[in-house]
């Protein structure tokens, strides 16, 4: 898989393209995590898992194995 959630920088941001079929749980999907919806990574913890990110004006704390499977396309500073 290309760029995903996990090799953002802490505010950058990016559109989610794709994920496997069954890799979010239920709860995320309910939260916006869904293609063509933008997401911010807001922090990463000291040990690097759980990564927090804004979807849709909600915060949410993701393990780093979902968010490798959450690819995304970068948002650069010209758009």
Excluded: W
Aim: charged share 25%; net charge negative.
């Amino acid at each position: 898989m290309g760029f995903t959630v996990a090799h953002l920088g802490r505010g950058e941001k990016g559109i989610i393209k794709a994920f496997p079929e069954d890799a979010l749980p239920i709860k995320l999907l309910e939260l916006g995590c869904l293609p063509g919806n933008e997401v911010e990574l807001i922090q990463v913890a000291p040990l690097k898992d759980p990564i927090y990110i804004n979807v849709n004006g909600s915060h949410i704390a993701i393990r780093r194995s979902v968010a490798l499977q959450i690819e995304l396309e970068p948002i650069t500073g010209d758009e």
